[in-house]
Every structure is written in C-alpha cells, then in structure tokens.
C-alpha cells in the first residue's frame, strides 16, 4: 500500500522504497519526479525556480487517494496496490493526461525503472492516448509532419535534428520531459511512451491553459524567454561558404554598399583560424580583423563570425585543454571525436571551466577587436559517429546528459558577452534543447539540401520550434548544399526560399554553392575550398531586382518585426506562429502546416512547389483579410485561391494590420 503525504506544499508518495514528489511550479503547472531509490534530486537543467505557485492538498480519509490543485491544474493520485497513478485535469475538470493503466493480468508499471549495472537506470514512463488528441512542439525534426500524433521521435541531437522536449496539446496542456538523456518518445494511437536511456530520476513538468497562447507564455515563465533581438537582427544578413580572406569579404560588403542595399550582418565563415580550437584569425587570410570591423560598421554591418567547438590535436590549445579536462571523454576506443579537416576533440561546455577558458580565448581574440555576435556551429555536436553511451562530459555520461550540451555552449557565449557589457546578446546555434532560448540562441536548420522537399520541411520544423519555446529560428536561404547559382531550376527554388524567408525570424542568406573554388596559402598548401557566389546578383538578371525588393520589404517590416520581437521576449510567444496558435477556436486551422502567421497579423504562404503559380490559402474565421498585393479584402473562414507569380509570396494582412505595410 502506498503512503501518501504532504511536505509543505509538495505531495508525495511512498510505495516499494520508491519516492514520488509533484510540486506546484509556476503559475498553474507542476513538476513531477520520481526516484527508485534515494532523494529527489533538484536539478536545473531547464527549469528555473517557480514563482506563482499555490497548492491546495487534500488527503482521502482512507490515505488512498489524494489531489493537489495549482490555478488551472489539478492532479489526482491514487493507490492502485502497485504503485501511485496520476490523473491531471484542468479548472474544467476535463483530461489533460494520466498514467497508462496498470491492468493486473499485465502486471506493467506506467514508470519502469530499470537498472543498469554499476548504477542509475533505463526509464520508461507511459500515458495513456487519447487517439483524437494534437501535438506539436517538440523542437526541429526533418519531417512535414506538423501534428506529431503517431509519431516517433528520437530524443538526440544531430545535424538539421534539435531535440527540444515541449510539446502543447490541443486538450489545452503543456508538457516538458525535463531530462536531458539520449532516448525517444512515441506518440501512438494506443500509448504515449517516454524513454531515457540512462537517467537518475524520473523528472517532467506539466502545465494547463485555456489557449496555446497561455500554454506557451506559462512555459516562458518557467524556462525564460529569449532576450529583446538587438537591431541588426531585424534586417538581412548575408553569408557564404565561405568569404576566405579579409578583402574578399570587404569587397562584397562594398559592393552592396554601393549599390544601396541594406545589409544588417556579414559573416565569417568557418575555417578562418590556422586550425580548429586555435580561435582566433588566421594572420594569412585576415591581417587587420580591427579594421574589416571598423570599416564594416561604417556601412552599417556587424560582422558574425563562426566558432566550432571541436579542438584539433594540433591545435596551440589541445594539450592544455585536455590535461585540464576541458575536452569530452571517450570512455573507450581513441578520443578522436570527429574527422574533418583534420583531427578533433570537442571542448566540454557543460564544465564551467571549460567554458570561462573558451569565453576568455574568444573575447581576446574576437570580443576585443569589435565582434560582438558569434554563429556557434557544430553545437549538437556532431560526433563522428553518434555513439552516445561512448562518450563522456563533466556533468555525466552523454547518453544521460548530452542533449543539453547545445544549451551549455549557448550560455558559454552569451555569460561572456553579458560579463563583457553587451546588452541582449544574440548568436547563431545549429542545435538547442530547453532553456537555450534565455541564452539568446538563434537556431537554424542546419546542413539541408537544396531542393523542394526539404524546402517544404522546413515551414513544419520552424512552427514546431516555435511551439517548442525557440522562438528564433531559421534557415539557410536555398538549403545549405546542392545548389549551382547559374541553374534556372535553382534561381527558381532560390527566389521562393528568399521570399518566405523574408517572414523568418531572422532572414539570412547562406549555402555552399556549386563548382566549389580551391584556396591555397602563399606556400601553395591547400586550405578548405571556398563556395561558388551567393550574393542577390548572383542569380541572374531577372531574378535580382526580386530579392532585392524582399529585402526592402523587410526593412519596411522594421518596426513590426521589433514589435513581435518584443512579444517573444516578454511573454514567450513565437515569431513564427501556427494558424492554431492565433485562431485555436477555428478547427481547421489545426492542420495547416504549409502557411502560417507572422507575428499576430500577417498571413504567410510561402510557394513550396516547382513551377507553381497560384496555391490555395485558408483564411482564418475570426478576422478579415486583406491580400497584400491586391489590396482585396476576404472574410475569414473560407479557403481562397490566389496568384502567386515568380515575384509575389501571397501574404494577407488581418483586419488592416500592420499599418506599415498597407
């Protein structure tokens, strides 16, 4: 039989020497932990402190049964003779979630710990489904699935994958997996079911809201929310693979200079240091890093410049690093955890010495020359081979902890950069898990390829990460890889990339463009190639004038943009938002996963097919729509078909907002 009981305002319960806690944690949500044996332990892996909370415990005479009410939730616990099962309902009294029945013929617990040998545990938590239920969140998967119902996703980190562990129901709660391990979560028909494979406890939060917009300003509350983006991140930024030497990089920044095109951010590529984990320029290829950034300034730039976490063996820091455990461990075979362009460790960002040693380097040698925004790549990381229980980092095993590590590399930079006085730090990460974003990470999609299918992954994973609590988030304009300039077939797929990411969060150019250029030193050694052109004039006569116009477009965006930024800042809302999300009263909005808002009032939707010309876009009960480029006004619930010519992106304004754009 279980003991159930109150400790100030927790309820816990007692059954089999295993130890259950919910907590109230915030404004209308609870966390819930469990541990086989032992205390409950408090981390902090996303979490932050609760504040908000009130917590009403009743205790059933018979001491089988107990309750604990937040605001909005409310979580029965009951004695099933095995254990504790748990049933969360809203203000309403309606299901929001409970436990996978036991069932006494199938004798299965819904939490199954399983131990592993020399210690700690295999878990396995399962809830029941309700087959009519939606899902969405759960960070960037490369996939069109919008609603995440019956699906599988792996709970690891790789290149284009971000594991981030939030999800919002349409049954109007919120729910986090507040466990950083390597594992994977199911979605079924049948069961939901949660699996680490190496963890210490059992460790989840949950939340209710009448809105997603509740859900999602609740989850802010209890993870934090991005800070306000500084200007330049308003407007266009351009990058290549990649800009190889100082001049190079200045002549382009002229060139649009001249011809009076706005650009916010230019960017240094990798492999601009004489080896990886050396950090710093290399002298051969950028002489004068003061003056580039001076001069850019000048023309109203700032200069982002690429940082990757892996550490060469020949590197002037390697030996340091490793002696003083700054690198992450194998725990068997050879320490070389990645082969490119030579051989690398990674520096081990969840060890806070690590990661002030790795902020000093790069404030002499970056900060301290003017650079004041850094794209910190490979930030999964992406080992050679995604062995996770091979390896190891200060804070544990990687298959226990490892999907926290974009996270930590986020806080290396952006600790340093408020130590150093800068006021809303932003940088560019490849990768996050929950809480990146109050570490002013902006996550792109990765190495995608350059063609229409992954092009139409992208709108899901960027709402997704939305929902997720990433509210910055973007992509490499035209895909990372497989694009030639000259191309008709690429110009096209470029062109309708470019316009919707004009209605991105962050709207940047970047790929690694065909043929590839050889780049040799002054000694005729080889260096890293560089990319073909991937500047707006390098698309042809036709098509520049286009994207052109899509960047002055974003500059008249300005003060709307800044005013969606600050909603993502104060309240935890997304930049990029699902149809629902605004309109969660209008049913169809629910399953639209190829259009979507911008901020509250523009209707974005984008051209995702080759050769297409027009597409059909639904307008949302609840509002009026006026066609930005036709100036027609709609009423809202009802589908319309509209032209969509090689220039145009439909776009609709709701109810004559933004005024800057009428």
Not at 112 to 126: C, K, M, N, S, W
Not at 203 to 222: F, H, K, N, S, V
Not at 548 to 574: D, F, K, N, Q
Request: glycine letters at 8%; aromatic letters at 12%; one cysteine or more.
């Amino acid at each position: 039989m279980a003991i159930l009981g109150r400790i100030g305002d927790a309820l816990e319960c007692r059954y089999d020497g295993q130890r259950l806690r919910i907590d109230p944690w915030g404004r209308d949500s609870l966390r819930v932990r469990e541990v086989p044996m032992g205390e409950i332990l408090d981390t902090d892996f996303a979490l932050l402190p609760p504040v908000e909370t009130s917590a009403e415990i009743t205790i059933g005479e018979d001491g089988r049964m107990a309750e604990l009410t937040n605001g909005k939730i409310r979580v029965v616990v009951s004695d099933n003779g095995q254990g504790c099962e748990l049933h969360f309902l809203n203000q309403d009294g309606k299901t929001l979630l409970r436990d996978q029945p036991y069932g006494w013929a199938l004798r299965k617990r819904c939490r199954r710990f399983r131990g592993i040998q020399g210690g700690d545990y295999a878990l396995t938590v399962e809830f029941a489904s309700n087959p009519e239920e939606k899902l969405y969140g759960m960070g960037q998967y490369q996939q069109r699935q919008l609603n995440l119902k019956n699906c599988t996703l792996e709970l690891a980190q790789r290149n284009s994958q971000a594991s981030v562990p939030f999800l919002v129901s349409s049954l109007g709660y919120g729910f986090l997996w507040h466990n950083p391990a390597v594992g994977e979560v199911t979605f079924g028909q049948n069961v939901t079911k949660w699996i680490a494979e190496s963890t210490k406890q059992m460790d989840y939060w949950i939340t209710a809201g009448d809105t997603p917009d509740e859900i999602l300003q609740a989850y802010g509350r209890a993870t934090g929310t991005v800070p306000m983006m500084p200007e330049y991140g308003l407007g266009f930024w351009q990058c290549k693979l990649r800009y190889w030497n100082q001049e190079q990089l200045l002549e382009v920044a002229r060139e649009y200079h001249r011809r009076n095109i706005p650009v916010n951010v230019i960017v240094v590529d990798f492999f601009h240091w004489p080896r990886m984990g050396d950090m710093r320029f290399d002298e051969e290829f950028f002489p004068d890093p003061e003056a580039m950034v001076r001069e850019l300034k000048e023309m109203g730039m700032e200069l982002m410049v690429s940082f990757w976490p892996q550490v060469d063996l020949l590197s002037e820091n390697y030996w340091e690093m490793k002696q003083k455990g700054y690198l992450l461990k194998a725990d068997r075979g050879v320490e070389i955890l990645m082969r490119f362009v030579g051989e690398a460790g990674f520096y081990d960002a969840t060890n806070p010495e690590a990661r002030a040693y790795v902020w000093n380097k790069c404030r002499q040698n970056y900060y301290d020359k003017g650079i004041r925004i850094f794209w910190l790549d490979e930030a999964e990381p992406e080992f050679a081979v995604c062995d996770y229980d091979t390896y190891r980092c200060h804070m544990g095993p990687i298959n226990q902890v490892g999907n926290i590590y974009p996270q930590q590399y986020a806080r290396t930079f952006y600790e340093g950069m408020q130590a150093a006085g800068q006021e809303n730090p932003v940088n560019l990460l490849r990768c996050a898990w929950a809480g990146s974003q109050r570490y002013g990470a902006l996550v792109w999609s990765g190495d995608i390829h350059s063609d229409w299918e992954t092009f139409r992954c992208q709108v899901s994973a960027g709402l997704n990460m939305g929902m997720a609590g990433i509210p910055w988030w973007t992509t490499d304009i035209g895909g990372f890889s497989g694009g030639d300039p000259k191309s008709e077939a690429f110009q096209q797929l470029l062109v309708r990339w470019f316009q919707w990411g004009t209605f991105c969060p962050v709207m940047r150019l970047h790929g690694d463009r065909y043929p590839s250029q050889e780049v040799y030193r002054k000694d005729g050694t080889r260096v890293l190639n560089s990319g073909s052109d991937n500047e707006i004039w390098s698309y042809g006569e036709a098509n520049e004038p286009i994207l052109e116009s899509y960047i002055r477009l974003r500059e008249r965006m300005r003060p709307y943009t800044r005013r969606v930024m600050e909603e993502a800042h104060r309240l935890g809302r997304p930049v990029m938002r699902t149809m629902f999300y605004e309109f969660p009263e209008d049913a169809a909005c629910w399953d639209l996963n190829e259009q979507y808002l911008f901020g509250g009032d523009i209707l974005v939707a984008p051209v995702l097919y080759e050769n297409a010309a027009q597409r059909s876009v639904y307008l949302p009960n609840g509002a009026q729509w006026t066609d930005f480029w036709t100036k027609e006004v709609y009423a809202g619930g009802q589908w319309v078909t509209v032209q969509a010519p090689i220039d145009q992106i439909p776009l609709f304004l709701r109810d004559g907002r933004p005024e800057e754009l009428l």
